[in-house]
C-alpha cells in the first residue's frame, strides 16, 4: 500500500493507493478515515487499483480555510481526481461521500467518466421535520438569540458555544466550528432532484437497521436512479461494510468485475 500526501488548493490531503487495474475511488462518510475503510479497500486492492483519502477536516487532511457547500466538495473531488490523472473510474461513496457523487453525477462537462457507482448507506435525502424536531429547533433559536444579546454575552461570553454543542448531534459537537458550519450547509441540501441525472449503473447497499440513512431513503434512490438496485443487509446498521465485510466485498466485486477477475479474501 502507498500512503501519499498531495495539496489540493493548498490543503494538504492525505491518502493511500493499492493494487492495480482500473481505477477505484473510496470517498468516505463524515467523520470516518480511511482506516475506516481498511478491509473493503484491502479486498478491492486484489483487483483494482484503489484510492481512499481522508476527506478536509479528518484524519491527516488539512481543514478547510472556511466552512464549504457542497459545491465546494464537488469541486474538490473533481480536482482531486484530476490530480491522479485518471479518464475514467468506479466511485464508492459512503454516506457523505454518497452525496458528493450524486451532485458530482449532474456536473455537465465532467474531465473523466465514472463508469460504476456504489452508494452505501447514502446521504442525501432531507425528511420534512417532525414536530418534535420543529420545537427542538425553535428552542435552539430562542437560546441563541438570548446567547447573542450584548449583557448575556458579556456575563456568559461562551454561552452560545455551550448552546450549539448542547443541541447538536454528536458528530456536531465533535467537529470544529468551521466543520460543524459545513455540516449545517450539507444536511440541509436534498439531492432527490439529482437522482434522475445519474446515468451509469448505480448498486445501492443498504443496513435495513441503517437510523442514519434509513431504509427508506435507499427506497427513494432505488426510484429515482434510471439503472440502480438496491440490497439490503439484514442486522446492519450505517456502517454495513464493518458489520458484513466478507458479504459485502464479494457483492462490491461481483458488480464492478461482472464476476469475472481477481480473488476475494
Not at 491518502?15 to 470516518?32: A, D, Q, R, S
Not at 457547500?69 to 482531486?80: D, E, P
Not at 417532525?130 to 433559536?141: C, D, N
Not at 436534498?190 to 440513512?213: C, F, Q, V
Request: with cysteine.
Amino acid at each position: 500500500m502507498e500512503k501519499i500526501e498531495t495539496y489540493i488548493d493548498n490543503l494538504k490531503i492525505n491518502y493511500i493507493k493499492k493494487g492495480n487495474g482500473k481505477t477505484v475511488l473510496i470517498i468516505p462518510g463524515w467523520g470516518t478515515v480511511i482506516n475506516t475503510y481498511t478491509t473493503l479497500y484491502n479486498s478491492i486492492a486484489n483487483y483494482a487499483n484503489v484510492i481512499c483519502l481522508d476527506m478536509p477536516g479528518f484524519g491527516q487532511s488539512e481543514e478547510p480555510k472556511e466552512s464549504w457547500n457542497l459545491n465546494n466538495y464537488i469541486t474538490f473531488i473533481t480536482k482531486f481526481i484530476k490530480s491522479q490523472k485518471i479518464n475514467e473510474l468506479d466511485v464508492i461513496g459512503h454516506s457523505n461521500g454518497g452525496r458528493v457523487i450524486i451532485k458530482l453525477m449532474s456536473q455537465p462537462n465532467l474531465p473523466f467518466t465514472i463508469n460504476k457507482i456504489i452508494l452505501i448507506g447514502s446521504a442525501g435525502i432531507v425528511h420534512k421535520k417532525t414536530i418534535k424536531q420543529k420545537i427542538k429547533i425553535r428552542t435552539f433559536k430562542i437560546c441563541k438569540t438570548i446567547a447573542q444579546i450584548k449583557p448575556v454575552k458579556l456575563i456568559f461570553p461562551n454561552l452560545l458555544d455551550e448552546v450549539k454543542k448542547h443541541f447538536g448531534s454528536a458528530d456536531y459537537k465533535n467537529a470544529s466550528p468551521i466543520m460543524r458550519e459545513t455540516m449545517v450547509k450539507l444536511i440541509n441540501e436534498d439531492m432527490r432532484s439529482y437522482l434522475p441525472n445519474i446515468k451509469a449503473p448505480t448498486l445501492l447497499i443498504w443496513g435495513e437497521n441503517d437510523t442514519e440513512t434509513p431504509i427508506a431513503d435507499a427506497e427513494i434512490m432505488e426510484q429515482m436512479i434510471p439503472d440502480a438496485g438496491l440490497i439490503k443487509i439484514k442486522g446492519c446498521s450505517h456502517y454495513v461494510f464493518l458489520e458484513k465485510p466478507a458479504y459485502v466485498n464479494i457483492i462490491i466485486q461481483n458488480f464492478l468485475t461482472g464476476g469475472n477477475n481477481g480473488n476475494n479474501n
